[in-house]
């Protein structure tokens, strides 16, 4: 069946980068875009990217332009997304998702000093 | 796009009805004559779950107590009978565009 599975939580200082993993299986890999979502505490969901795995085209939020940057390992079909210069607001659960359908269980990153 | 979801929450009596409506600043029929149009239920400490894709057709094993309905930027989300296992955070979410947009979110819980 199909698994989407992310790596686990990070703690980081503000400025720092942090870069998380999302792991897919179960489905054709290249064909279907992972975006990427995130959900600061208590509040709702919030689009910042998506990936074609199969030819690595990018799309980004302007919000995140510059900040954010999507790679993958089509080997071990892997999505990462890496974000820059973290701020406490960059506290928050992201997601990949296979939209609509599967998504994984969510990374926390918290960024503290 | 922008989606608007009202009401932000509802506390519904178990076996009652829900209804949540969104609404979107743009149309979101493609010229390939399919609405983009998606519900979500995030229980709490989970991920999102598909429940509706299409504006209407129900996600593989989603109950059939939930039905949605609407076109264009009108959109409804029911539930013909509520029950405790329903309670949670409700999302739609347009996806004809990028970036990919979310209402705000309406909170269920139960009396």
């Known amino acids: 069946q199909v698994q989407v599975v992310q790596s686990g939580a990070e703690v980081k200082k503000p400025g720092a980068s942090v870069k998380v993993s999302c792991k897919a299986s179960?489905?054709?890999?290249?064909?279907?875009?992972m975006h990427w979502v995130r959900q600061a505490p208590g509040q709702g969901l919030e689009w910042m990217a998506l990936i074609n795995p199969g030819d690595g085209t990018t799309r980004y939020a302007q919000k995140f332009q510059g900040r954010v940057t999507l790679t993958r390992d089509t080997s071990t079909s892997t999505v990462y997304m890496g974000l820059s210069g973290l701020r406490s607001d960059d506290t928050a659960v992201y997601y990949c998702?296979?939209?609509?359908?599967?998504w994984g269980q969510g990374t926390t990153v918290i960024v503290s000093s | 796009i922008v989606m608007t979801q009202t009401p932000l929450s509802l506390s519904v009596t178990p076996g009652q009805p829900a209804s949540i409506s969104c609404k979107s600043s743009q149309s979101l029929l493609h010229s390939d004559g399919v609405t983009y149009l998606y519900w979500y239920l995030q229980k709490a400490g989970q991920s999102p779950q598909l429940l509706i894709y299409e504006v209407s057709s129900r996600f593989s094993g989603a109950p059939d107590r939930f039905s949605g309905s609407g076109s264009g930027t009108d959109f409804t989300l029911k539930i013909s009978r509520v029950e405790a296992e329903d309670v949670g955070v409700y999302y739609c979410m347009q996806g004809i565009h990028l970036p990919r947009t979310f209402g705000q979110g309406t909170k269920v819980d139960i009396k």
């Open positions: 998702a296979s939209l609509p359908e599967f």
């Open positions: 179960g489905y054709a890999f290249s064909i279907f875009d």
